[in-house]
């Protein structure tokens, strides 16, 4: 299990970047053109962020964070509720993440920035509803 407000690296493809909770296999979740325009999509258990680059990126997972990251290129929010005991975090074919948090409806905040020059920056804030 990854602690909460540290940062991991996670090799993106596909442009995608799934949170999701229930099991340790990510769900299928299908990208509508406006789900394209629109930058997310849903599905059962899970939302897909749109990666910007494939490639390496930095992740953080905050829960009720108060701060938001410096240089903000994109932030995306949207419902997310949690039913299990661990949230998962991952990209089509890389290593998934696990994160504790407690179950409950919460507002999920993508927050991209291009602030390092070798990578992207990725913070997923889980914030109470």
């Not at 999701?20 to 990510?26: I, L, V």
């Not at 053109?33 to 990666?51: K, L, P, R, V």
């Not at 701060?67 to 290129?73: A, G, L, W």
Request: charged share 15%; hydrophobic share 30%; with cysteine.
């Amino acid at each position: 299990m990854n602690d909460l407000n540290k940062t991991y690296s996670l090799s993106i493809s596909y442009h995608q970047i799934t949170v999701y909770t229930g099991s340790e296999t990510p769900p299928v979740i299908d990208w509508t053109d406006d789900a394209i325009q629109q930058g997310f999509a849903t599905g059962d258990q899970g939302i897909s962020f749109e990666g910007i680059n494939n490639g390496k990126a930095s992740i953080v997972v905050t829960l009720n964070s108060h701060e938001t990251p410096s240089s903000v290129d994109r932030a995306i929010t949207v419902p997310f509720t949690h039913t299990s005991g661990h949230v998962y975090l991952t990209s089509v074919m890389a290593q998934v993440l696990s994160f504790s948090i407690p179950k409950g409806d919460y507002q999920l905040t993508c927050y991209y920035t291009s602030q390092q020059p070798d990578q992207d920056l990725y913070c997923f804030d889980f914030r109470s509803a």
